[in-house]
């Protein structure tokens, strides 16, 4: 089997913006400072999410 495709790809030749020219950069959530409420809440939910998917069908069973 032939690769057709073309290989017009090179190192250091890509179409993404500049990562340092932009005023509002993007920050990922483990960077991102959070709460003592926010950590509250996390936990909250996922307490009903576990409750849903293991406590309903023990219930039902």
Known sequence: MEDTHGDDHHPGDHDHGDHESSGDERVTSPMQ????????????????????TFGLPLLAA
């Open 33 to 52: 400072e959070f709460s003592t409420s926010q950590v509250g809440i996390g936990l909250a939910v996922l307490a009903v999410g576990l409750v849903v």
